[in-house]
């Protein structure tokens, strides 16, 4: 029981955060829809069989069968997350990143400094979203455009503080 309520108030936890920061960047509605599927039964009784309350629950998933069910299913329903945005190309038919719309990359934006905040507590600075991004970035599949977007605001976020790139994101970020 334990895990279940663990996994319950940190997926809440987080998915609260994400609103917040929605709301600040001016997207509050868009931000109430976020990760609603990890709530699916699908999604949610793995990450209690893996959870942990210091990583997600698909890292375990992953370890233990090489891949996560759980994430295929949730990035194939959040737009949010860049792994949603691939397709064939006509020609080549060879998978490639699709530019993300902006209201999606600010959605990023917000989870993953609502996802630091959650998993590192206290330990939590504005560095640290920037630092785990700049940890994959050389193998990540992500459009260009997207990946120079999402790391602007993070440098943003890592240099300014939280309100400086909030109020940036509501005056500029819109598409």
Not at 44 to 53: A, E, H, I, P, Q
Not at 68 to 95: C, L, Q
Request: aromatic residues 16%; charged residues 25%.
């Amino acid at each position: 029981m334990n895990k279940v309520w663990g996994h319950f108030k940190t997926i809440t936890k987080h998915r609260h955060q994400v609103i917040y920061h929605c709301y600040k960047a001016g997207i509050f509605w868009q931000g109430c829809k976020h990760d609603l599927s990890k709530y699916s039964p699908t999604e949610f009784w793995v990450g209690v069989k893996y959870y942990s309350g210091d990583r997600s629950p698909n890292e375990g998933e992953r370890e233990h069968y090489g891949y996560s069910r759980a994430w295929m299913h949730h990035k194939g329903r959040n737009k949010h997350h860049f792994e949603y945005w691939t397709d064939y190309h006509p020609v080549t038919r060879e998978i490639q990143p699709i530019k993300m719309p902006m209201n999606y990359v600010i959605e990023m934006f917000c989870d993953r400094v609502a996802a630091s905040k959650i998993y590192l507590g206290k330990r939590y600075t504005d560095k640290e979203p920037l630092a785990y991004f700049m940890k994959g970035k050389n193998s990540r599949v992500i459009h260009p455009e997207t990946s120079a977007c999402i790391e602007k605001l993070l440098v943003m976020l890592a240099q300014k503080g939280e309100e400086a790139t909030f109020d940036y994101i509501k005056k500029y970020g819109r598409d």
